[in-house]
């Protein structure tokens, strides 16, 4: 065993005695009820990235975001003023999407129905045969619009018209730690997208701990995020920020890469995900290795409750979920590599699109056993170990804004039922 | 009077024509179309394939490495297009052993939705 490496203890769970150490209840991992509370008091209210600032860099650019969750789109464009502004794609005569490529560059956005029209700051602008309605107030008729804020260039949109907080204040340390980390550079961009049935959580969850790496993930990255010297794949470090969290992950430095994965390595644009090799050129953030441990590999940093960045230092990857139901959820992992100038650079792109599918592929069949062991009610609550923090962390957040939210909304309810009352004793 | 046959153009850089027999195979549109290939191809063949492309690949690599993507001649586009078959079935032969998934997982089922040309230019950071 390589001495200098030293495993942290099994403490972290300790460190917050307020999420416990006993079992986790289940219930929410497959209850229709509390799905649809989730609906409410998380998706509906929480900020959620949509892209990024360079998928609508000059005026005129837009592109859709498809929100599978609540079946909408949503579409963000620049506009004139180079504001960027996030609106519902929908039509307010009869409803239509009004545009329906998936990115573009415009000056109005015109129905495909009727041909309304409307400007990139969302103004109606032309109805065709105008004369011909009852009262038209155009003023009025503006498309929907959507909060919008943007950080670090990942523009983020909340579907309350009054979201409860700014998304500086909802990102708190976990985005401030995180700023300085040269995300713009990631411009060689894939994704991949698929439904799959398991709660939405339980897709989290399968980023957030290593421990089942040695064991689910043995035929591809174990020696890498674990092996010998850390054969039950301990995290060095978590670290939880409001309702957020942080993995820093283990690396191998020993590692000896395969044949195909060495050549890889040594041609990518910048470093591979899975080489755990650090790009010296950048200054990492506070908040990414926060530890500064020199055994490091990727961190897995969760913003919740759907979107995680999987940062290496020579590039990232992000994992979206979107809960369908229950028991279904779809899945988008997008990667943003250094581009590539020269054609060997070209096939070092190829290995990690291809490891990352692959060995994310490995964790697909398990999630959906989960699920069914939880809709068949074979399992009543989860067994946390200590590097299994984050998930234990995921639960009571879940909880704590459901409850938060609820409880809210009851006072709401009881001083306008007050004031109610009020008023009619005053007539 | 008889003609001559013209030889027929190389379909690879010169250095590498030992390797236009694998073109038949395994030169293939896109990402999508690698990936295909690897979970419909024979082991055995995936092998044959990583076998003879492999000994080449630190050269080949050298050579493509002087080659700016969105310039590359067809033969240099083909040459690539080998070499990009060979990250697909990397982890085919390195670590599973198998051309699908260990514990059978259907890989269709996660599609790639956003991909990257195999040989355009690509976008620098502004």
């Known amino acids: ?427 | 009077m008889a003609t001559l046959n013209p030889k027929p153009a190389s379909r690879l850089p010169k250095d590498f024509s030992a390797l236009e027999c694998w073109l038949d195979d395994w030169e293939l549109a896109d990402s999508t179309a690698r990936h295909e290939k690897r979970l419909t191809t024979p082991l055995a063949d995936t092998r044959a394939f990583y076998d003879a492309l492999l000994p080449q690949a630190e050269a080949v690599l050298a050579y493509l490495a002087t080659r700016k993507l969105g310039k590359l001649a067809a033969n240099d586009e083909r040459l690539l297009k080998l070499m990009l078959a060979l990250a697909e079935i990397g982890p085919a032969i390195e670590w599973y052993g198998t051309g699908d998934y260990p514990d059978a997982f259907d890989a269709r089922r996660f599609p790639l939705t956003v991909t990257l040309s195999d040989t355009a230019p690509q976008g620098q950071p502004t």
């Open chain 1, 1 to 427: 065993m390589n001495e200098k490496v030293t495993l942290t203890p099994a403490n972290l769970t300790l460190r917050h005695p307020e999420l416990g150490t006993g079992p986790v209840p289940a219930d929410a991992y497959w209850k229709p009820g509390f799905y649809q509370r989730e609906l409410d008091a998380i998706f509906k209210r929480a900020w959620m990235c949509v892209g990024r600032v360079e998928q609508a860099a000059k005026p005129g650019d837009f592109f859709q975001k498809p929100i599978p969750t609540f079946d909408f789109s949503v579409i963000v464009a620049r506009g004139k003023d180079k504001q960027l502004r996030a609106f519902y794609n929908v039509c307010q005569h009869r409803g239509n999407h009004i545009e329906l490529r998936d990115h573009g560059h415009c000056v109005a956005f015109t129905c495909p129905f009727h041909g309304w029209t409307y400007g990139l700051d969302g103004k109606l602008v032309g109805v065709p045969d105008e004369q011909a309605f009852f009262d038209l107030e155009k003023t009025k008729l503006r498309l929907k619009e959507l909060p919008l804020e943007v950080w670090e260039g990942f523009i983020f949109v909340n579907l309350s018209p009054e979201p409860p907080m700014t998304l500086t204040e909802f990102l708190g340390d976990h985005g401030k730690d995180l700023e300085g980390y040269p995300f713009e550079r990631g411009t060689a961009i894939f994704e991949y997208e698929g439904t799959f049935n398991c709660n939405w959580k339980c897709m989290v969850d399968s980023f957030c701990e290593t421990y089942h790496v040695p064991v689910l993930h043995r035929h591809s990255v174990k020696d890498t995020l674990a092996g010998p010297d850390n054969p039950h794949g301990r995290l060095i470090d978590i670290r939880l920020k409001g309702p957020h969290r942080t993995q820093s992950v283990w690396g191998n430095m020993a590692y000896q890469p395969n044949p195909v994965q060495g050549l890889a390595f040594r041609n990518a644009p910048g470093p591979s995900i899975t080489s755990g090799a650090v790009d010296e050129s950048i200054v990492l953030p506070k908040g990414l290795n926060e530890t500064r441990a020199p055994n490091w590999s990727i961190d897995v940093t969760v913003f919740f409750p759907n979107w995680i960045i999987v940062m290496g230092s020579g590039m990232y990857f992000t994992h979206q979920m979107w809960p369908l139901a229950p028991n279904k959820v779809v899945w988008q992992m997008r990667g943003y590599m250094r581009p590539a100038t020269n054609a060997a650079q070209r096939f070092g792109q190829e290995n990690s699109m291809v490891e990352l599918r692959d060995a994310v592929l490995e964790d697909c069949n398990t999630l959906e056993r989960i699920q069914s062991s939880l809709d068949q009610g074979l399992i009543s609550e989860f067994i946390f170990h200590d590097h299994e923090l984050a998930l234990r962390h995921q639960y009571h957040v879940v909880q704590q804004w459901v409850n938060d939210y609820e409880r809210d909304l009851k006072k709401t309810k009881k001083a306008a039922k007050k004031a109610d009352k009020k008023s009619v004793k005053n007539k």
